[in-house]
C-alpha cells in the first residue's frame, strides 16, 4: 500500500507544482490530516464499510465543499469511492515529504533544558539552515535531562551539544583514564 500512498502524493505534488497551489495544498493536507486525527471518529467513518460512499462524500461536501482545495476536495472524494480513505494518513505525510524535497525543507528535533527566546530560536535555526543547506522547521522539545545544551535531530543526524552530554564524555574519560592507571 505504501506504493499507492506514493502515487496519489507525487500526482498532487505535481499538479500543485504545475498550477503553483503546492504550498496551499501542502498547509491544507496537513491541516486535514491533523483534524482527522483529532476526530478518530471523523477517520472511522470515511474508512467503514458500514456506509455507502454516497454517504461518506456526503459528510466529505458538508464539511469540505469550498473549504478546501478542489484538488484536495477531488482527491478525498476520489479516495472515497475507491475505498482507498485508509490510504489518507500515509498520502499526507508522503505529500509533506515530497513537498519537502521540492522546496528544500527540512525539520529539526531541537531538544533543550529550558524553552529557547525568540532571539536564541532564530540563530539556532539560521545556523542550522546554513549547515544543512536547507530551510528550517523547529520542533522544540523540553527535556530538564539534557541540563543544558542543546540537542538536533535532523535527516538522521544528531547533533548533541547538550550538557548531559559533555558529562558523560568527562565521565567515560574519567573512568577510562582510571583503568589505565590501574
Not at 61 to 73: A, R, T
Not at 74 to 80: E, R
Not at 118 to 123: D, G, I, M
Request: aromatic share 6%; net charge negative.
Amino acid at each position: 500500500m505504501q506504493a499507492a500512498s506514493k502515487m496519489y502524493a507525487s500526482a498532487l505534488m505535481s499538479i500543485g507544482r504545475e498550477d503553483g497551489s503546492a504550498p496551499r495544498l501542502y498547509e491544507e493536507i496537513l491541516e486535514l490530516d491533523r483534524l482527522m486525527r483529532e476526530n478518530p471518529e471523523l477517520d472511522e467513518l470515511l474508512i467503514s464499510p458500514a456506509f455507502s460512499s454516497e454517504e461518506k462524500i456526503g459528510v466529505i461536501s458538508s464539511l469540505f465543499s469550498g473549504k478546501i482545495d478542489p484538488m484536495l476536495y477531488n482527491t478525498v472524494c476520489l479516495l472515497t469511492e475507491k475505498r482507498r480513505m485508509s490510504l489518507f494518513h500515509e498520502i499526507a505525510s508522503d505529500f509533506r515529504a515530497s513537498y519537502y524535497e521540492a522546496y528544500g525543507i527540512a525539520e529539526a528535533d531541537v531538544t533543550t533544558a529550558v524553552p529557547m527566546n525568540a532571539e536564541l530560536r532564530e540563530k539556532l535555526k539560521v545556523k542550522l539552515e546554513r549547515y544543512f543547506g536547507k530551510k528550517m522547521i523547529l520542533n522544540e522539545h523540553i527535556d530538564p535531562h539534557v541540563l543544558g545544551g542543546v540537542r538536533v535531530v535532523c535527516g538522521g543526524e544528531m547533533l548533541d551539544g547538550t550538557l548531559r552530554s559533555r558529562l558523560d564524555s568527562m565521565k567515560d574519560m574519567i573512568t577510562d583514564n582510571m583503568t589505565i592507571g590501574r
